[in-house]
Structures are given as C-alpha cells and as structure tokens.
Antibody, heavy 114, light 107 residues
Framework: EVQLLESGGGLVQPGGSLRLSCAAS????????MSWVRQAPGKGLDWVSA????????YYADSVKGRFTISRDNSKNTLYLHLNSLRVEDTAIYYC???????WGQGTLVTVSS | SYELTQPSSVSVSPGQTARITCSGD??????ARWFQQKPGQAPVLVNY???ERPSGIPERFSGSSSGTTVTLTISGAQVEDEADYYC??????????FGGGTKLTVL
C-alpha cells in the first residue's frame, strides 16, 4: 500500500524558514517524480514544485522560485521541501504527491504569522 | 504562465448527470487530470490523460476533451459525489497549474 507521510509543519514568523519532509513507502520511490502542492485555508489547490525521479531536475512555481528548494534522498525514501523567506501568504497545508499525482499524503500545516 | 478556468459551482439532483468544464490554451496540447476533494481530506485523482479512469474510481466518472476544453462527467451523480473538483495540467516547461476548483452540490 502506497503511503506518504508529511511532517515538519508549524508556526513560523515572516522571514523564517522550515523544512518539510515526506516519508514514502509501498512503492519504489526512486522510480517516480514527486511533487508538492499546497492549499491555503478555504482556497484551491496550488502547485508548488516537482522533482525528477533521480533528483537532478526540479521545477518551481513563480511564487516560490528562489525561496523554496525541493530535494529528495532516495536512500531514505524521503522527499523534502525547504521553505525560506516565508511570507504570510505561504500559510497553507502542504501536500506531497507521487507523480502522476495519483497518491497524496494527508498534508502538513504551515502557518506564517507574527 | 498558464491558466485553467472552471465554473465556481455546479448543482444537480441525485441521479442526474453533472458536467464540470475546464478551459485553457494549454489543454489543446497537454493532457488534463481531475481531482476530487472532500472537506478535510486530501485530493483524489479521478481522471487522467483526459479520458482515463484510475482503478477504484466508479465508472460513472468519465472525461472528455475538445480543443481547449476538457470535461469531467459524472453520470448519475450520487450524494457522496458532492465535493470540490479541480482540473490540472502541466505545460512544456513542466510547471503545473490547477484550475480554481468547482464545488459540486448534489441535492
């Protein structure tokens, strides 16, 4: 059974940083690209970033480019999202998903507030 | 950047056919996917490559495509189908984009 478990969310001040993790199991992690998608409270889905199966190619939404960094450790079956220079508008539930977005975790809440 | 446009809401009675559209220039050359999201839950993929249905998704869910518009059709909608639905696609630059979402009401 495919499982994705996010962690690392929490309350952070504007300008602060966080590292989100997504532990994967139930499939061959190194064979699949992975993505992060977020959802602000009461709002729609917002694609954030994706990374290739080998981790050598990554993509970012314009709204997070230069502030967020996606990475993965295939030896640990874990996906990461490093969030820097956080803004109030980054407040959201952050989901990790296996490409083609056929499996999602339950999400981790990031709250950016002073 | 690309945009995908969906109606904000669709309402049908149980047993009727619900159709949710998604429009965007990128859809003329890229596949779309559809996601269902119920309150407090993660999204679920219900359709991909415009017309394909993942295993475990009821047959009443189907997809179609014409030009720059894709449509998710729920034939004989049931009360449990009430949810938010999102279309998604990715451009040549591999940047993903979601539609704004459609709230489906079945009552």
């Amino acid at each position: 059974e495919v499982q994705l478990l996010e962690s690392g969310g929490g309350l952070v001040q504007p300008g602060g940083s966080l590292r989100l993790s997504c532990a994967a199991s139930g499939f061959t992690f190194s064979n699949y690209a992975m993505s992060w998608v977020r959802q602000a409270p009461g709002k729609g889905l917002d694609w954030v970033s994706a990374i290739s199966d080998g981790g050598d190619v990554s993509y970012y939404a314009d709204s997070v480019k230069g502030r967020f960094t996606i990475s993965r450790d295939n030896s640990k079956n874990t996906l990461y999202l490093h969030l820097n220079s956080l803004r109030v508008e980054d407040t959201a539930i952050y989901y990790c998903a296996k490409e083609p977005l056929d499996y999602w975790g339950q999400g981790t809440l990031v709250t950016v507030s002073s | 950047s690309y945009e995908l446009t969906q109606p904000s809401s669709v309402s049908v009675s149980p047993g009727q056919t619900a159709r949710i559209t998604c429009s965007g220039d990128i859809l003329a050359k890229k596949y779309a996917r559809w996601f269902q999201q119920k309150p407090g839950q993660a999204p679920v993929l219900v359709n991909y490559k415009d017309t394909e249905r993942p295993s475990g998704i009821p047959e009443r869910f189907s997809g179609s495509s014409s030009g720059t518009t894709v449509t998710l059709t729920i034939s004989g909608a049931q009360v449990e189908d009430e949810a938010d639905y999102y279309c998604y696609s990715a451009g040549d630059n591999n940047l993903g984009v979601f539609g704004g979402g459609t709230k489906l009401t079945v009552l």
